[in-house]
Nanobody
Framework: QVQLVESGGGLVQAGGSLRLSCAASRRTSSRYVMAWFRQAPGKERENVAA????????YYADSMKGRFSITRDNAKNTVYLQMNSLNPEDTAAYYC?????????????????WGQGTQVSVSS
């Protein structure tokens, strides 16, 4: 069992920035992917970004490219999501997840463990 704890959400004005953090309680494998998803009210959960722990290759959803950046800190078992140029459409609960696989996937049901989520609200 792995616990994921997100932090860093909050209320920000359009055009502003936030950095989310997700700390994993332990590392059970060297081959895994960590990702950020988000879910707005009435909408399905969608993948925002993902990173392979080994090698650090990344994936971004099209609407996040150039605005969001996912990074990791091996020593802290922590993944970060830097979000810039936020707009009201980015308002959602943001979730961290881990998939014990060597391949990045955007499929929600492929991820093995989830955090409790952190709310991001962007005002216009």
């Amino acid at each position: 069992q792995v616990q994921l704890v997100e932090s860093g959400g909050g209320l920000v004005q359009a055009g502003g920035s936030l950095r989310l953090s997700c700390a994993a309680s332990r590392r059970t494998s060297s081959r895994y992917v960590m990702a950020w998803f988000r879910q707005a009210p009435g909408k399905e959960r969608e993948n925002v970004a993902a990173i392979r722990w080994i090698g650090g290759s990344t994936y971004y959803a099209d609407s996040m490219k150039g605005r969001f950046s996912i990074t990791r800190d091996n020593a802290k078992n922590t993944v970060y999501l830097q979000m810039n140029s936020l707009n009201p459409e980015d308002t959602a609960a943001y979730y961290c997840a881990v998939d014990y696989s060597a391949v990045i996937t955007t499929a929600v049901n492929e991820y093995d463990f989830w955090g409790q989520g952190t709310q991001v609200s962007v005002s216009s």
